[in-house]
């Protein structure tokens, strides 16, 4: 086999590696949010999770592995739109950040 076929074929298994990894850590992702906005009572808009960043970074054992941030949105009252993040490592959820969500409500006084 010569070596630009030898080395087209590695590059092709390469990315169908990380496809598989991503859509493997994309469902880890939506299911957190799922997750935090079932445990909060809050709405999950648009039902998907969108990754905002992808960088290496290493594990607790020293391994290399992918950091994804994947964004989404919710909301509290369902007229607003607020903005959450999971953090993953590989497939490993570090941290699901929800900003705020609870609102100071007013009550009137009954009539």
Known sequence: MPWMEALG???MLAG???WLDSFKAREAGMAAA???CAAENLL??????ALGALRPARDD????RLR????????DTGDNRRHG???LLGSELLMVHLP??????????SA
């Open 85 to 87: 993040r999971v953090t």
């Open 61 to 64: 054992d020293g391994r290399l």
């Open 44 to 49: 999950l808009l648009d039902d998907t999770v």
């Open 68 to 75: 994804r941030v994947y964004h989404f949105e919710y909301s």
């Open 16 to 18: 169908g590696w990380f």
């Open 34 to 36: 799922r997750a935090a």
């Open 100 to 109: 705020q969500t609870r609102a100071p409500r007013l009550c009137s006084p």
């Open 9 to 11: 074929l590695l590059v």
